[in-house]
């Protein structure tokens, strides 16, 4: 079965703070990614990761940075909180092979609210 | 180079079948669908690849034009438990990454 965690789910925190969104997968895929999610709305990719030391942006600009220190483990940090950073955000793995993504096995996700 | 779906929404009775729309302005190399509930993360459906090609999942099918480009979910005799938002997710020929679509709100009433 296939096992990908996500903490905090709920998140509310003051404008300025640093907070780190933890995920982690018991899989053992190789790729990882990052979305932002309003409800109701189109998921955007915020990183992607191909394996160990790997981490690249996605299409939607964010403030966010990551790290991929160890497979299972792909952190999520905000340096600074903002207003505008409040969303849901989604962890998700898969496997990779033949230069393309198998399916994505997604986390519960992470409600954030910065006020 | 994300995908459009079509339509945006639907609402269907209970036993209607309905049929959601994903087209690329690149050439694919696969398709992937998903389905996810209010308040859910997204649970994967079926991936297609290139050689145009059809699955079933159930009640559900999807089929993969890789000449157009586009790739067709269909849902026959819907069920509540249906209802949710539907994502394609296409890779391209060219290069690996993977584009989620707009999205489609897909509600079955009794």
């Known amino acids: 079965e296939a096992d990908i965690y996500q903490t905090p789910r709920y998140l509310v925190i003051g404008t300025g703070k640093k907070i780190t969104l933890e995920c982690s997968q018991t899989m053992g895929h190789d790729k990882m990614y990052w979305y932002q999610q309003d409800p109701g709305m189109e998921l955007h990719l915020i990183h992607y990761s191909y394996g160990v030391n790997s981490t690249e942006k996605g299409d939607l600009s964010s403030e966010s940075t990551v790290s991929r220190i160890r497979t299972e483990h792909f952190p999520l940090t905000l340096e600074s909180a903002r207003p505008s950073h409040t969303s849901q955000y989604l962890c998700a793995s898969s496997e990779w092979g033949g230069g393309s993504p198998y399916e994505q096995y997604f986390g519960p996700g992470t409600r954030l609210t910065v006020t | 180079q994300q995908p459009v779906q079509s339509p945006q929404a639907v609402i269907l009775r209970e036993g209607e079948d309905a049929v959601i729309n994903c087209s690329s302005s690149k050439a694919l190399y696969s398709v992937h669908w998903y389905r996810q509930k209010h308040g859910e993360a997204p649970v994967f459906l079926m991936i297609?690849?290139?050689?145009?090609e059809q699955k079933g999942h159930e009640k559900i099918s999807a089929s993969f034009n890789e000449k157009k480009q586009q790739s067709s979910l269909y849902l026959t005799a819907s069920q509540l438990s249906y209802s949710g938002t539907y994502f394609c997710g296409t890779v391209l020929l060219r290069g690996n990454q993977f584009y989620f679509g707009t999205g489609t709100s897909l509600t079955v009433i009794p």
């Open positions: 297609l690849l290139k050689g145009g």
